[in-house]
């Protein structure tokens, strides 16, 4: 590249830097104060853009209607956030962290239905910005007169919220309340009033970084999800909570980002490298080389536990005599089933099966050992494409199954080395971060995974192909491996990962490496994940790159949490009622995105312990008063 | 002025307060005594509200406010200075005060940041150093301060000579006997008998969350037997 291409790839760069980084500093803002992971975030951003769209169509492209559109989309966006914080988050704040996680994905599949329902399936493009529709010659070259102004717009934010933050009232509140809510509140600060505010903010930001995009970007359904996970680096990268780490994060994505497009194909030592293609992993690259560094990102500190925030985990209990007579009969019911029922349920109860394998698997990690991942389909995936590879080389589909769950064991040895050196939030990201790029490279490998397109014709091996064979076969190894992974929870191991998701420090002092035994608990996961992964491969007969994309990880984490974490059997119900809820409402509507979200916001409000949670606490209810 | 009547409180399933009762005046100090564990901190932090009683009444200056927010409470100007120094370590000595700032009050002392810094002379040179380079004694003075200027009628103090030099103790007292000079009511919660001595005008002793003697200052330092059953390690 010439010096005054490179010089035009890094304006590029930060041209897109700007959008990121006002997006991110909302992510950020809403982090700090609230404790809340916003999985919504990326959905503010997508409304942003649609209604600027909207509004500049309204109010015409002129000068003032285009900037009036931008300006009032951020706000209309921030009034938005204001009213989701009043209505839904403030009955959260004294739930489980993660069912607000929970509550705020919701909110993902509600507005992506939201914006189908008002904008309709097809990518909308924004008119030119007013007076800034040309180029400039820059070293020679064209470069648009928008993007300079984008490039200004990032550093003006950051200095107006430095300028809010530490010099008003307002921002010495809420960097008070950043650092120990529950004392600001006992010096007479209304954190309900904080909280709000925080969050119109956060929502604002986000909505006008949507917004600016409009004359570069179409509006497209999916990049909720997209930017959320640009977002999720971005924050990480940058550190939880700080907004210069985020500008500074942003602008350093932004610029390998424009370089990788830039750089493009090259060959090196005679091997054919592209550097376009690494655009989709780059950034989680980047995050994972910080992470191992500096863990707390590059301007971030280490996060103590949130004060007035320390829920402690119950002890888990021995299942009753009652409870096991109720899984006995169950798993009866579930052997009989065939005799009367259809194909179709028999289809659905596979999955059901499946999925309640992988949700118990996470549930290993999260609950036990207090270990969120939020990238947990990798081992899904991996699992189910090495099982898929294995048979398309010709390994019989008995020992292609056997071998699979290494894949995903493998994969989580790996991965896992890195993850459990971080803890709470960073952690998670970092889950994702692996799950990305594991996804990117079945994703792209074309020669290998069959890239987009996947494999197809993955199926048993004929004496399991024939009537209820493949049901039974799913039945018995998912059933033994959930089995097993209890009892697991319960034997020494098991004890040495609850010590140490309680308290690392206490554990370490009773010569229980948590580390190590946290690394090992993880693959393990991943290895019952991948069994799960392969004998989805095979019920179907083909995979797609989906397998282990991030709906699905988000999926398996919304199972959990439905089910309730603190309970051992909740991964199950959870994973049943989740997938039989999918499937009842997309053969329904059209909208089964909307209806989903609803659901889970209304199970998360009414039962803030989960399904099996609210079941036991009812049951132990009427127990104590029969004793009584 | 504050009073407590018949309060229980847990903190999830451990009952931590038993029916307790106690209560303390305009212009009183009362000091709450008790070995570590007996309960202390948890009627400090139920008074202002942090720990909701599951029963009982609380009221201050006649209005009852145990079902109140922590925030509430501050506002009708109960202060509340916490153990181990929950100063914001990222916040500036300045920035620190500007958090417990609250409107004057017509029948309270009114604070600003100069007054205080007469008060604690030594926070007067640090305005604007962050907090997590103090000290802990300017730390402790800071964390006073700030609830001072929220200008409460009545202040919990928990455990505030716990951790500090002789030196710095000594101080303590002497702000807190100015304190009530200013018609302040003052609450403390403490296991160091000498420095209650000090200050205090009466004393209660709690033990296992249970009330297990009420009584002049005066009358406990002359009780020997009550001393060694209840406060002696």
């Known amino acids: ?628 | 002025m504050l009073e407590m009547k018949g309060v229980n409180s847990a903190y999830g399933r451990a009952h931590i307060l038993y029916d307790l009762s106690l209560s303390a005046n305009r212009g009183e100090v009362v000091v709450l005594l008790g070995r570590n564990g007996a309960g202390k901190s948890t009627t400090l932090k139920t008074l202002i509200g942090l720990v909701p009683p599951l029963s009982g009444e609380i009221s201050f200056d006649g209005r009852r406010i145990e079902r109140l927010e922590p925030y509430q409470i501050a506002r009708l100007g109960l202060g509340y200075v916490p153990e181990e120094r929950r100063i914001f370590t990222d916040l500036s000595v300045m920035e620190n005060l500007e958090v417990g700032k609250q409107a004057p009050r017509a029948d309270a002392p009114r604070w600003t940041p100069e007054k205080l810094f007469r008060l604690f002379p030594n926070l007067a040179g640090m305005r604007e150093r962050p907090g997590a380079h103090m000290s802990g004694g300017e730390q402790q003075m800071l964390t006073i301060a700030r609830t001072l200027m929220g200008n409460p009628r009545a202040i919990l103090l928990d455990e505030p000579s716990e951790g500090l030099a002789p030196v710095i103790v000594e101080q303590m007292a002497k702000t807190i006997l100015e304190l009530k000079q200013e018609g302040l009511c003052v609450l403390l919660s403490e296991q160091n008998l000498h420095f209650a001595n000090l200050v205090a005008d009466r004393a209660y002793i709690i033990e296992k969350g249970h009330i297990r003697y009420e009584g002049s200052m005066a009358a406990l330092a002359a009780n020997e037997q009550i001393r060694a059953t209840y406060l002696s390690i």
């Open chain 1, 1 to 628: 590249m010439s010096l005054s291409a490179q010089f035009i790839q890094l304006l590029n760069g930060l041209a897109s830097a700007s959008s990121l980084f006002l997006v991110a500093a909302g992510l950020s803002l809403i982090f700090g104060v609230t404790r809340i992971v916003n999985f919504a975030h990326g959905s503010l951003y997508m409304l942003g853009i649609y209604t600027a769209y909207s509004l500049v169509n309204v109010f015409g492209g002129g000068m003032l209607g285009f900037w009036g559109g931008v300006l009032c989309a951020g706000i209309v966006v921030g009034l938005f956030g204001a009213i989701v914080e009043r209505l839904l988050l403030r009955r959260l704040y004294h739930a489980p962290e993660l069912l607000q996680l929970l509550a705020t994905f919701a909110l993902v599949l509600i507005v992506r239905d939201f914006a189908l329902w008002i904008w309709g399936p097809e990518d909308l493009l924004g008119p030119r910005a007013p007076g800034l529709g040309g180029a400039v010659a820059i070293a020679g070259r064209e470069f648009p007169q928008y993007d300079l102004f984008l490039i200004a717009l990032g550093p003006v934010v950051l200095l107006l919220l430095w300028l809010l933050l530490t010099r008003t009232r307002w921002g010495t509140l809420v960097r008070a309340a950043t650092e120990d809510r529950e004392m600001a509140g006992a010096l007479g600060v209304n954190q309900a009033w904080l909280f709000t505010s925080v969050f119109a903010l956060g929502a604002f930001l986000a909505g006008l970084g949507g917004a600016v995009q409009i004359p570069r970007e179409p509006a497209v359904l999916t990049m909720d999800l997209t930017i959320l996970s640009d977002v999720f680096v971005v924050v990480v990268v940058g550190g939880m909570g700080s907004i210069p780490g985020a500008f500074l994060a942003a602008v350093l994505i932004g610029v390998i980002k424009a370089f990788c497009i830039g750089i493009g194909n090259v060959s090196l030592l005679g091997i054919d490298f592209s550097f376009s293609k690494l655009t989709l992993v780059i950034e989680f690259i980047v995050m994972a080389v910080v992470l191992v560094f500096r863990p707390w990102g590059l301007l971030g500190r280490q996060q103590g536990i949130p004060r007035g925030a320390a829920a402690v985990e119950p002890p888990l209990h021995l299942p009753s005599r009652g409870m096991f007579m109720a899984l006995v009969a169950a798993l009866a019911l579930l052997a009989l089933l065939p005799l009367v029922s259809d194909r179709y349920t028999l289809v659905l109860l596979t999955d059901i099966l499946v999925f309640a394998l992988f949700a118990v698997s996470l549930h290993f990690i999260m609950g036990p050992a207090g270990m969120h991942s939020f990238g947990h389909a990798a081992y899904f995936g991996l699992g189910a494409y090495a099982a898929a590879l294995l048979l398309k080389h010709a390994v019989p589909m008995e020992l292609a199954l056997a071998l699979a769950p290494l894949g995903g064991g493998i994969a989580a040895l790996l991965f896992g080395w890195f993850c459990v050196r971080l803890s709470g939030v960073y952690l998670a990201m970092l889950t994702l971060a692996f799950a990305q790029i594991a996804w990117s490279v079945v994703y792209q490998w074309d020669a290998f995974t069959g890239g987009s397109n996947g494999l197809v014709g993955i199926w048993p091996a004929p004496w399991l192909s024939s009537g209820n064979a493949f049901y039974y076969l799913t039945l018995v190894l998912c059933a033994a491996a959930i089995l097993l992974l209890w009892r697991i929870v319960y034997t020494p191991f098991g004890y040495a990962l609850r010590a140490g998701r309680d308290s690392p420090l206490r554990a370490d002092a009773i010569g229980i490496d948590v580390r190590r035994q946290q690394w090992l608990g993880f693959a393990l996961a991943g290895v019952f994940a991948g069994l799960a992964g392969a004998l989805h491969a095979f019920s179907k007969g083909s995979i797609s790159p989906d397998t282990l994309a991030i709906p699905r990880s988000v999926d398996g984490l919304v199972m959990v949490l439905m089910g309730g974490i603190q309970t051992l059997t909740g991964a199950v119900a959870g994973a049943a009622v989740f997938t039989w809820l999918q499937d009842v409402i997309t053969r329904q509507t059209e909208f089964w995105r909307a209806v989903l979200g609803g659901i889970i916001l209304l199970l998360v409000l009414a039962f803030p312990q989960g399904i099996a949670g609210f079941i036991r606490e009812r049951w132990e209810a009427r127990a104590g008063k029969n004793r009584a």
